[in-house]
């Protein structure tokens, strides 16, 4: 029998269901929330009350463009946390509920491992560029960086982490003291590939291992910017690209080192990328630019992958269901945690 799978992802703004048989995708919804435009961030009760209005006609939506009955599904899968919350408690309980009503399993999902596990979605039979155990992935969104070693499906040990604030939230962060929209991610790439990245040196930290921090970075940038519109209040809107390619390479390289440093280290020239700073053009070149000069065999997201979604949630409940590993009703919503 088909082993199909509806998966369920509300940990921020972005509510999602995704349907999945046999490993291939058959059906993937996103409704995301644009409320949070006007307030340079997520506020995370317009987030709650938007998931609630959305989780049922996105649930619907997938089922409908899966061509999958409900009755037909083998179980329901979520994302349990981390996350805000508020989102995670509509997700949560609306999967449960539903799971518990057609006599199903349920299976919570971690969604950092979610988004590694992203590079396992088949989107037709002959789809198979996946990545071999063990492979390395630098995992790198607005609340985690982090090289993460994956051993197998169900085991992936932390190497390195951000010891304060993840890559994107740093993006988000400089991208607002420069006035520019919410999130900054996406508005920063567009710039920085009109801009010179050599233009402006911001500081590098030194941080021991495979750790990352991102917290001086931006301090830096935020008093070279104050420095500079000083002299000139109109400095940032001309040069805005210049400063966008700086940031940008700023953060690839740090990235990069200690990816770098992390492959030699482990001999694992598997490398793949997740997360929402994986749409990042600057850091998908650094990877192709990798692979043909140190040899290593990268996996880069397709774009609807690198930001949250269900169909990572739903692979992800896949191959925990492959291993009979479900979740009682009584095991609640997390907000903080990194993966096992
Ligand atoms: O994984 P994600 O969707 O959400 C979580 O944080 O869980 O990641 C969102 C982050 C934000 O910081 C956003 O600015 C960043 O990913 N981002 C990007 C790009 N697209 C999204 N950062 C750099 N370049 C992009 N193209």
Known sequence: MDTIIL??????????????????????????????EAYGGVVPELASRAHQQNIVPVVHEALKRAGVAKEQLSAVAFTRGPGLMG????????????????GIPMVDVNHLQGHVLAHFIKESEADHDQPHFPFLCLLVSGGNSQIIRVNAYNDMEVIGQTIDDAAGEAI????????????????????????????YIFSKPHIPGFDYSFSGLKTSFLYSLRE???????????????????????????LMDKLRAAVKATGIREVAVAGGVSANNGLRNAFREHASKYGWRIFIPKFGYTTDNAAMIAITGYFKFLDKDFCTIDKPAYARVTIK
Not at 87 to 102: I, M, N
Not at 172 to 196: E, F, H, T, W
Not at 230 to 247: G, R, V, Y
Request: net charge negative; glycine share 10%; aromatic share 4%.
């Open 7 to 36: 998966g369920i992802e509300s940990s921020c703004d972005d509510t999602s269901a995704a349907v999945i048989r046999d490993g291939v995708l058959l059906s993937s919804v996103i409704a995301s929330q644009a409320v949070h």
């Open 87 to 102: 989102s995670l408690l509509v997700g949560v309980s609306f999967a449960k509920g539903f799971a518990r009503a057609l």
């Open 172 to 199: 988000d962060k400089c991208s607002k003291v420069m006035g520019l929209g919410y999130p900054g991610g996406p508005i920063i790439d567009r710039l920085a590939r009109q801009g010179n990245p050599g233009a």
């Open 228 to 254: 500079w519109v000083k002299e000139d209040p109109d400095f940032i809107e001309h040069h805005k690209e210049d400063l966008a390619a700086s940031l940008e390479k700023t953060i690839v390289d740090i």
